[in-house]
């Protein structure tokens, strides 16, 4: 099974300030990695996602990634925050060569409420 | 191109009652999942749907069913609806059944019971 923790529920920056929201893992099998962010009263949206390849993964609105297997972490982090970017942000993994009970299912962290302040 | 709509919008119900959720994917998605996010409970996975199968379910009483149509489309059912079923249920599709196919969200349907 796997489980995803994410570090703080809820971070306060202000505007242009640099942001790193944490996101670490747990699982016994390889995995696929994603980040979501959900507006207010909104569905989520997908920001990057990390399958193969370089470990940093950029995304849209600026954000970017990096998957860290030693320390299976992949934390999302942005140069400089816009006051739109206060949301809920969301870590999930989804196993690779699953099977049984884990199989097709996103398993996501408890999110993380990123506020922006002026 | 459409993303995943999903229908209603809002929805308030008492317990006890039964209520239909619908789902409809992006053009070309043959995958559909549905998610529970109840306050304080986090996104948990409810249902898989493919090509009309269900392929995994999710840690889920036999009163929350499903099933999809020959176009992808999807329902949710829950049958005697407690209080704990308020929640936001979200739809999301992908392009098949590959690991790395990535889950494509709607905005969900959000359901009160009261």
């Known amino acids: 099974a796997q489980s995803v923790t994410q570090l703080d529920s809820q971070v306060p920056v202000f505007e242009e300030a640099p942001v790193e929201l944490r996101c670490n893992y747990s699982?016994?099998?390889?995995?696929?990695l994603f980040w979501y962010v959900q507006y207010p009263n909104q569905g989520l949206q997908l920001l990057l996602k990390?399958?193969?390849?370089?470990?940093l993964v950029k995304g849209i609105n600026g954000f970017e990634a990096e998957f860290n297997k030693s320390q299976t972490s992949f934390h999302l982090r942005k140069p400089s925050v816009h006051i739109s970017d206060t949301a809920e942000y969301f870590c999930?993994?989804?196993?690779?060569?699953?099977?049984?009970?884990?199989?097709?299912?996103?398993?996501f962290g408890q999110g993380t409420i990123l506020t922006v302040h002026p | 191109e459409a993303g995943v709509t999903q229908s209603p919008t809002h929805l308030i119900k008492t317990r006890g009652q039964q209520v239909t959720l619908r789902c409809s994917p992006i053009?070309?998605?043959?995958?559909v999942y549905w998610y529970q996010q109840a306050l304080g409970l986090g996104l948990q996975f409810l249902l898989w749907?493919?090509?009309?199968?269900?392929?995994n379910r999710g840690n889920f009483p036999p009163r929350f069913s499903g099933r999809q149509f020959p176009n992808y489309s999807s329902e949710l059912n829950v049958n005697a609806l407690e209080l704990e079923d308020s929640a936001l249920y979200l739809c999301?599709?992908?392009?098949?059944?590959?690991?790395?196919?990535?889950?494509?969200f709607g905005p969900g349907t959000r359901l009160t019971v009261l």
């Open positions: 990390y399958l193969s390849g370089s470990t």
């Open positions: 749907y493919d090509e009309g199968e269900e392929r």
């Open positions: 999930a993994v989804n196993p690779a060569n699953a099977g049984g009970t884990s199989y097709g299912k996103l398993t």
């Open positions: 699982s016994s099998v390889s995995v696929y």
């Open positions: 999301a599709s992908s392009l098949g059944t590959g690991e790395t196919d990535t889950q494509y």
């Open positions: 053009s070309g998605h043959t995958s």
